[in-house]
């Protein structure tokens, strides 16, 4: 304001004049935004100063100048400069007695201004001039930004209320007019009254002390009363509308992160699963270390082997020292006999009383003799069943080694084929998984773009007929028909894709039994043959079958993995399918909402000439329209909240997927 004050002073000296103390006075205390020069009398130059000033003030809201008796061309002036203000709303001309030349220069400013919403006229005499208030009346018909004007006691005859009836007929904007205290009469007042079937913007219309009959008054009452019924019906209704579209963006607001948290949930269980692969190879490579063991094992036996070999050599040299000891000892008792035999013939002169003794020292020789010969047989013989006995296990061992052997083997070769086919679902179920997120974030992104777009040709083409609403709904109905195709086909694809996985893995179990059998019968060959290695064939037969019983529940593990995999992708994606089609039937419902909001409007601006019935069909319908809203606002808090719980419950189930994943369970024991 301090710039607007130094502006009028510098502009009246530019013209030769001096400023007014009493303007200067009231800038200096007018508060921002508000120029109040209400009962001063303003000069020429302020005038021309003023209407200089006023087209380049930005700050100016509200000018009241009522009461200062303005002259013709002081009030040209000031209306002129107010012609290219754009941030004027309030203007108050009251009492300034303007005539013809204030009535040509207020219509030329309601035809160039588009900001001034208020216009008070009090106390003027507008009406005197009937030529001057036709312009004013035909300018207020082409005006669009007016809402409220005041012509209090203008000496508005009924000439002048019949040209303000022609322009309430073509004008939408103005809401409020005082015509109070004028000359309009009977005939002034049944053209205003006719008027206002066609005006549907004004809802105050004040004609007391103009001498209108008490009949027309009450119609005037009546229309403005329906007027004001439909104004607040359309307030209401762009109220709704506008919240419905906040609650839309919500919608989809909401929608979009979920979609979102959603994509984080596949790449953690993608994350998860790349993690449960590793750890099962690194299961694998465990296993293959145990079955490295085990061969170590093998060859420990083999060694063990080569060492009962050794003793059985070493036993085959006893048994020939035996023999040379048996021979020894024959020697040496037929050099005994002889000797004794010397001895006989030697002694058998010398002592009969000896005689007998010796024959008794010779018979117990004797029998020593036979037990010394039936030990050396028993000797013999036990050797004889000893070097069968040692034949039988060497043979035994070579064939038990030869088949221990051909089982690690075979053992070997299935463990890497198992490995290999483990790997190859493993990474095939990978791809396809990869792919199916793939194809559905494509699939997502179309149908986004596809409903943008198609929200933008809506509202681009929301004026349009009822037969662009019908072919918009036959395309959305095909649109969701072929949806429903498309899921169709993925679930019978997906039914295949289970049904073949089922088919594999009940050959690989097949195939696991059998083997599982075959072992089970080399155990019970092996456990026929010697006792020795009867216990460590029984001891390696139930190491391998242990670890054969790890890997088939390790490939169980990773089938079940594979199944709930597939059966969480399956889930996710079939509920993303019924979330874009409860979006895209909320959207078609807001967008047929927005239509039936747009086509009442349109039926409230174009209906002319309805009378009372058709506002009360009008009114029956709008309430069937809001009972409809009511309804909708309903369903869309209750599809929120289902929403809401499905999240829930999704979140749920994936946590429990995530914090129930067997990755401990894989872990090796020590």
């Known amino acids: 304001m301090e710039e607007f004050l130094r502006s009028y002073s510098r502009l009246c000296r530019e013209r030769g004049g ?37 087209p380049k003030e930005a700050q100016l809201t509200e000018l009241v100048l009522s009461d200062c008796m303005l002259s013709e061309e002081g009030a040209t002036l000031l209306l002129q400069g107010l012609c290219a203000n754009t941030i004027l709303r309030l203007l108050d001309l ?21 900001s001034i919403q208020s216009l008070t006229l009090e ?21 669009l930004t007016l809402r409220q004007l005041d012509l209090r006691n203008n000496q508005i005859s009924h000439q002048g209320a019949e040209e ?33 079937s066609s005006n549907r913007s004004l809802w105050r219309l004040e004609l007391a002390g103009n001498n209108v009959p008490s009949d027309v008054l009450r119609a005037v009452e009546q229309a403005m009363e329906h007027n004001q019924d439909r104004e607040a019906t359309v307030r209401e209704n762009r109220a709704r509308t506008r919240v419905l579209s ?17 994509m984080e949930t596949i790449d953690k269980q993608r994350e998860e699963m790349a993690r449960s692969s590793r750890a099962s190879a690194a299961r694998v490579g465990q296993l293959q270390e145990a079955l490295d063991e085990r061969h170590s ?84 013989r036990k050797a004889k069943s000893q070097q069968e006995q040692l034949f039988l296990t060497k043979q035994e061992l070579t064939n038990t080694a030869a088949e221990l052997k051909m089982r690690a083997v075979q053992a070997e070769e299935r463990l890497d084929l198992e490995r290999r086919r483990s790997r190859q679902s493993l990474e095939d179920a990978e791809q396809l998984r990869v792919k199916e997120v793939e194809h559905m974030a494509r699939r997502l992104e179309e149908s986004e773009r596809a409903l943008q777009e198609r929200a933008q040709r809506l509202e681009a083409a929301r004026l349009s007929l009822e037969e662009e609403l019908s072919r918009a709904k036959a395309a959305a109905l095909s649109e969701r028909g072929r949806a429903e195709e498309e899921l169709m086909k993925a679930k019978n694809q997906v039914r295949l894709e289970e049904q073949q996985r089922l088919a594999l893995l009940e050959e690989k179990l097949r195939l696991l039994a059998q083997a599982r059998d075959e072992a089970q019968a080399t155990c019970l060959q092996q456990k026929q043959m010697v006792a020795e290695a009867q216990a460590r064939g029984s001891q390696l037969g139930l190491q391998v079958e242990a670890l054969r019983r ?27 399918q019924e979330q874009n089609g409860r979006l895209q039937a909320e959207l078609a419902a807001q967008e047929a909402l927005k239509e039936k909001v747009a086509a009442l409007e349109r039926q409230l601006r174009v209906t002319a000439s309805g009378h009372r019935e058709a506002l009360l069909d009008r009114e029956s319908e709008n309430a069937c329209l809001r009972e409809k809203l009511r309804l909708r606002e309903a369903e869309i808090a209750r599809i929120r909240e289902e929403e809401a719980q499905r999240a829930s419950f999704l979140q749920s189930a994936v946590l429990a997927y995530v914090q129930g994943s067997p990755v401990r369970a894989l872990s090796p024991q020590k």
Do not use: Y
């Open 297 to 380: 094992i093998i060859n420990a036996l083999k060694a063990k082997l080569q060492m009962a070999e050794a003793a059985l050599a070493l036993s085959e040299q006893k048994a020939q020292d035996l023999g040379e000891l048996l021979a020894t000892a024959e020697q040496e008792q037929q050099s005994l006999a002889q000797k004794q035999a010397k001895e006989h013939r030697l002694e058998q002169q010398e002592a009969a009383e000896r005689e007998s003794k010796l024959l008794r020292d010779l018979s117990a020789a004797n029998e020593k003799n036979l037990l010394l010969r039936s030990q050396v047989d028993e000797l013999e």
């Open 94 to 114: 009251k009492g300034n007695n303007l005539q013809a030349r204030g009535a040509e220069a207020l219509g030329k400013l309601l035809r160039q201004n588009k």
């Open 164 to 196: 303000l009836a022609l322009a309430l007929k073509g004008n939408t904007s103005l809401q409020q007019l005082d015509l109070r205290w004028n000359n309009i009469g009977l005939l002034g007042g049944r053209a205003l009254a006719s008027c206002l």
């Open 246 to 262: 906040k609650e839309v963006r919500h919608l989809r607001e909401e929608k979009s992160k979920q979609f979102l948290d959603l």
């Open 550 to 576: 790890r890997l088939e529940e390790l490939q169980q593990e990773l089938s079940n993995k594979d199944q709930e995999k597939v059966a969480e992708v399956t889930r996710v994606r079939v509920e993303l």
């Open 18 to 54: 001096e400023p007014q103390e009493t303007v200067l006075q009231r800038l200096h205390e007018l508060p921002r935004g508000r120029l109040d020069l209400a009962t001063q009398s303003l000069t020429l130059d302020t005038c021309r100063a003023l209407g200089a000033l006023l």
């Open 123 to 143: 106390w003027n005499n507008l009406g005197a001039w009937e030529e001057a208030f036709a312009t004013f009346c035909r300018a207020l018909a082409g005006n």
